[in-house]
C-alpha cells in the first residue's frame, strides 16, 4: 500500500514568510510524528499526535510552530515567519497505534530553505 | 532524561568485513529500542527493534543488534560488510512509561569500501 506521503518536497522562502508542510500518514495509522533533521543534529523531535489525545507539542521550538491534524488523517505544519535557522529537512512519521514498540514508517521529507 | 549517543560521525568498512556501529542510551527504566537507516535521498527506513526477551535481534538485510542492559547499548552488527549497505544509520529509544517520544541519535554515517 502507499506509504507516508509529505508535500512539498522541497521548498524555498524568504525570510519572515510563512510556510505550511503537509503529511498525509498511512491509511489507518492513528500516531503522527513530525521531526525536524537539520545537518549533523539527528531528529529532533517536534510534535506527536495519537488519536483524539491532545497532541504532545513539546518539542516545537518556538511559538512560531504550530501542528494540526484534521480528521485523524492528514497534518499540517506551519513555521510562521521563517528564519534561516529554519531551514532543515522535516520529516513525518505514522505508526498504527499507540503501542510503544510500534515501527514508525517515515515519509521523504520535505527540504525547507529559508534565504 | 533519556537521551541516545552515536560516538562515531563516521564508520568505513571494507566490503566482506564485519561492521559495527555503536550506540548507547540512558532512559529510566527498560527502553524500547530501534534502528533506521537513511539511504541517500530517501527516507528512513525501519531495520530492527528490541522489545524484550532475546537480546539478539534479528532485522532486515542481514543486519542484528545486540541489547546490552548492563553497559546500557544496543550496537548494531552485520557480518560481511556490502557496498549497498553505505548510508546514515540511526539509534532510537522509547521509554516504557512517561513520555511517547522517541529519542534519535545524531547518525553514524556508515561507508563500506570495495
Known amino acids: 500500500g502507499a506509504g507516508v506521503s509529505q508535500s512539498p518536497s522541497n521548498k524555498v522562502t524568504e525570510k519572515g514568510k510563512d510556510v505550511e508542510l503537509r503529511c498525509d500518514p498511512i491509511s489507518g495509522h492513528t500516531a503522527l510524528y513530525w521531526y525536524r533533521q537539520s545537518l549533523g543534529q539527528g531528529l529532533e523531535f517536534l510534535i506527536y499526535f495519537q488519536g483524539n489525545s491532545a497532541p504532545d507539542k513539546s518539542g516545537l521550538p518556538s511559538d512560531r510552530f504550530s501542528a494540526e491534524r484534521t480528521g485523524g488523517s492528514v497534518s499540517t505544519l506551519t513555521i510562521q515567519r521563517t528564519q534561516q535557522e529554519d531551514s532543515a529537512v522535516y520529516l513525518c512519521a505514522s505508526s498504527l497505534a499507540e503501542a510503544r514498540w510500534e515501527t514508525q514508517y517515515f515519509g521523504p521529507g520535505t527540504r525547507l530553505l529559508v534565504l | 532524561a533519556q537521551s541516545v549517543a552515536q560516538p562515531e560521525d563516521q564508520v568505513n568498512v571494507a566490503e566482506g568485513n564485519p561492521l559495527t556501529v555503536k550506540c548507547t542510551y540512558s532512559v529510566s527504566g527498560n527502553p524500547y529500542l530501534f534502528w533506521y537507516v537513511q539511504y541517500p535521498n530517501r527516507g528512513l527506513q525501519f531495520l530492527l527493534k528490541y522489545i524484550t526477551g532475546d537480546n539478539l535481534v534479528k532485522g532486515s538485510y542481514g543486519f542484528e543488534a545486540e541489547f546490552n542492559k548492563s553497559q546500557t547499548s544496543f550496537h548494531l552488527k552485520k557480518p560481511s560488510a556490502l557496498v549497498s549497505d553505505s548510508a546514515l544509520y540511526f539509534c532510537?529509544?522509547?521509554?516504557?512509561?512517561?513520555?511517547?517520544?522517541?529519542?534519535f541519535g545524531t547518525g553514524t554515517r556508515l561507508k563500506v569500501l570495495a
Open positions: 532510537a529509544v522509547r521509554a516504557l512509561s512517561g513520555t511517547y517520544k522517541y529519542i
